[in-house]
């Protein structure tokens, strides 16, 4: 048997086979999540114009620099700047101009006075408070200047995100099209929920986890399938799915009598890359190519597809969407003792929490790959290499977290 590959040797291998997604024109309003196909560059300077931070009076600030409470500059009000519609006049001396918050600071002056430090007289405002010259103005460019890039190629559109883009103007944008991904499940104990079991049958979970983390991975599900264990039927679930950008089979890929999976693939000419990953859980893992496909075998056990998608289907996904496919990892701190053999890497569950110390990951009590309420309440998945033996309690670890990729919040 093949031996297996290591998991970041696994991940190169993956990464190097990707290819972005061509970029599509999309409305502001649609583009929630997606990644920018382009740098996004001001044509211009954002805020245009030198406008007012307060309601006040625009002013000339040497003409009020001695105004005091006990000492009122008395100017003539000659006009109203208002946001949208700036004045017409300019402040010449011994004037001044009303002004509302984002209105254009008007020629000849040079700073706002609060509307709280003045009192309005008919025709005339007392200044009750210096300003200095600039003091209360907002300079046109000092959020974005011209030729600025506001958000580089790859940036993921989140509210802040797309509230630049209209600040600069741009809509609609280019954004990467969302890689297209037909999933397949596959095993003959299998009843979709909502069904009654029969004996020896399982309600089918992975047709619910694998298309909800394809989603939040950034892409569309195309085609869901469900392949009985026998070679016709695995051929025929798999032979449509085989024409999406990324095809994830989920189960049968194991050493077992009915695992129908790689025989399969390999009469519909998709070519093995590697069959089986150093990894707890998550060994059996195919991956390889189909002419532009990328295809994934998971195994079926609820919680290995699961760490399986997290570590070798998402970063493929986020890279084909132009983004960047490394995992946000942290070094934390293991919360128990931490055995194995040196076999293969394990992925466990996790709880993290944040103490006085640092982030500490403890490890869920039950590890089974079967176990598909412990990634319920996983936090984060610990990443035990192959040659580490024992670890204590207290020494560093390095985890994946799983609140962005798991988690529906925000979405
Ligand atoms: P397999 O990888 O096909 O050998 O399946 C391994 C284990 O995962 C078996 O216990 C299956 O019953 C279970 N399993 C496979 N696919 C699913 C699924 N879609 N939903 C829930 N459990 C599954
Ligand atoms: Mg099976």
Redesign the pocket.
């Known amino acids: 048997m093949a031996k297996a590959i290591e998991v970041e040797a696994a991940r190169r291998e993956i990464l190097a086979r990707v290819r972005a997604t061509a970029s599509q024109n999309v409305r502001l309003g649609e583009a929630l999540g997606r990644r920018l196909a382009v740098d996004a560059v001001a044509d211009g300077q954002f805020q245009p114009f030198d406008n007012s931070a307060m309601d006040g009076f625009a002013v000339r600030a040497e003409e009020v620099a001695g105004a005091g409470l006990g000492s009122p500059v008395s100017l003539t009000i000659v006009d109203e700047s208002r946001a949208g519609h700036p004045a017409t006049h300019a402040v010449k001396p011994g004037e001044a101009i009303a002004i509302s918050t984002g209105a254009v600071l008007p020629a000849g002056a040079d700073a706002a006075v609060r509307v709280e430090d003045t009192e309005v007289e008919g025709e005339r405002v007392l200044i009750r408070a210096a300003v200095a010259p600039g003091e209360n103005v907002r300079r046109a460019g000092e959020d974005i200047a011209a030729g600025e890039t506001v958000l580089p190629a790859g940036t993921e559109l989140g509210p802040a995100e797309l509230g630049a883009l209209a600040t600069i103007g741009v809509d609609p944008i280019p954004v990467h099209r969302r890689p297209r991904v037909a999933v397949v ?3 003959d ?2 009843v979709p929920a909502g069904m009654p079991l029969r004996p020896g049958q ?1 309600h ?4 619910q986890t694998v298309p909800a983390l394809v989603r939040l991975a950034g892409a569309e599900v195309v085609m869901t399938r469900h392949a009985p264990d026998n070679p016709q039927g695995t051929r025929a679930a798999l032979l449509r799915a085989l024409e999406a950008d990324v095809t994830i089979i ?5 050493v ?1 009598e009915h ?1 129908h999976v790689k025989a399969a693939l390999a009469d519909l000419d998709a070519e093995q890359v590697f069959w089986r990953v150093a990894l707890k859980p998550g060994g059996p893992t195919w991956f390889g190519t189909r002419n532009e496909t990328l295809v994934f075998g998971l ?4 919680v290995s597809v699961m760490a399986t998608f997290l570590l070798f289907v998402r970063p493929a996904l986020l890279a084909m969407s132009g983004g960047e496919p490394t995992a946000r990892r942290v070094t934390a701190r293991l919360g128990a003792d931490y055995e194995k053999p040196t076999d293969r890497a394990h992925a466990a569950r996790c709880r993290l929490e944040l103490r006085r110390s640092g982030w500490i990951a403890t490890p869920l009590p039950r590890q089974g790959s ?1 176990i598909l309420t412990s990634m319920v309440a996983a936090d984060c998945l610990a990443l035990i290499p192959t040659e580490t033996a024992a670890l204590k309690a207290g020494d560093p670890v390095e985890v994946e977290l799983l609140d962005r990729a798991t988690s529906n919040m925000g979405r």
């Open positions: 499940t596959s095993g104990e299998l399982i089918d979970s992975n047709s989920c189960g049968g890929v194991s077992g695992d195994p079926g056990n609820p079967h």
